[in-house]
Nanobody, 123 residues
Framework: QVQLVESGGGLVQAGGSLRLSCAAS????????MGWFRQAPGKEREFVATISGNGGLKYYADSVKGRFTISRDNAKFTVYLQMNSLKPEDAAVYYC????????????????WGQGSQVTVSS
């Protein structure tokens, strides 16, 4: 019903920056909190960040606080993840998600998933 299409992944050297985008279909975008998760090879999926429907509330995993920023533009039906000071341990497939703000912050449940975007960080 709701499609989430991610873009912006790629290869960056340690210390560099990338911005991921996630564009949503539908007319109820602002009704959903949005979030980002990531999964590295051999690791469990982990929560990264979430933002409330109107953008007023944000919550980050401790591992990315001060380096990553989540934002949204409801007029463009898009959520962003600005990633600065990237580290090799940030390398993972990043997934956009839609759902409840508090549920996303706890790792689920998730209503809709994006297709995933590869972020590679070289040292």
């Amino acid at each position: 019903q709701v499609q989430l299409v991610e873009s912006g992944g790629g290869l960056v050297q340690a210390g560099g920056s990338l911005r991921l985008s996630c564009a949503a279909s539908g007319r109820t975008f602002s009704s959903y909190a949005m979030g980002w998760f990531r999964q590295a090879p051999g690791k469990e999926r982990e929560f990264v960040a979430t933002i409330s429907g109107n953008g007023g509330l944000k919550y980050y995993a401790d591992s990315v606080k001060g380096r990553f920023t989540i934002s949204r533009d409801n007029a463009k039906f898009t959520v962003y993840l600005q990633m600065n000071s990237l580290k090799p341990e940030d390398a993972a497939v990043y997934y956009c998600a839609a759902g409840n703000f508090y549920a996303l912050g706890r790792g689920g449940p998730v209503a809709y998933w994006g297709q995933g975007s590869q972020v590679t960080v070289s040292s």
